[in-house]
C-alpha cells in the first residue's frame, strides 16, 4: 500500500478488525519511511463493474463516486454515517450479484432511489430530482404523490 503522505510503497499493517457488519476490514498502517499512520479498508469485490453512461461512454463503476452522490442527498438530514454506509454496501452487493459485469447509469439510480426510499424521504426526493432532471414543479409533486401513495399503503397495512 503505497503511503498518502511520502508516496513510499515501505507501509506496514499495525492492526486489523473487522467493522460492526463484518463486510469490511479496517486496517491501520504506518509507513515505514515518514512513520505516517493511515487508514485503509478493504472489501470484498464480487466481480469488475463497468457502467454504461446514457451517452453510451462505458466507464469504471466507482463506488466513492456513489457515496457522495448520495451524501449530497442526504445533506444535513438525520441519517448516521452507518446507515449510509449499509445502504451504499447493500446497493453494491445488488449490482454485483445482478449477473451482468456492464450495467446502465440508469438502472444504478433505479436501484439507488429505491433503497433511499427506504432510507429517508426527503433524501429520495432530492435524488430523484437530479436523477430524473426535473425541470417543473409538477415534476416534485408528482414524486410526492408516489410516497403519498406508499404512505397510504403502508397504513392501511398496519390497520389490517
Sequence with gaps: MRCPSC?????????????????VIRRRRVCLTCNFRFTTFERVQLRELTVIKRNGRRVPFDRDKLVR?????????????????AMVSAVVRELESGGESEISSEAIGEIVMEHLRKLDDVAYVRFASVYRNFREAKDFEAVLGELSADELARAALLRK
Excluded: C, W
Design 7 to 23: 508516496g513510499s510503497l515501505d507501509t506496514q499493517v499495525k492492526d486489523s478488525r473487522p467493522t460492526e457488519d463484518s463486510t
Design 69 to 85: 452522490s448520495v451524501q449530497i442527498s442526504l445533506r444535513k438530514r438525520p441519517v448516521e454515517p452507518d446507515q449510509l454506509e
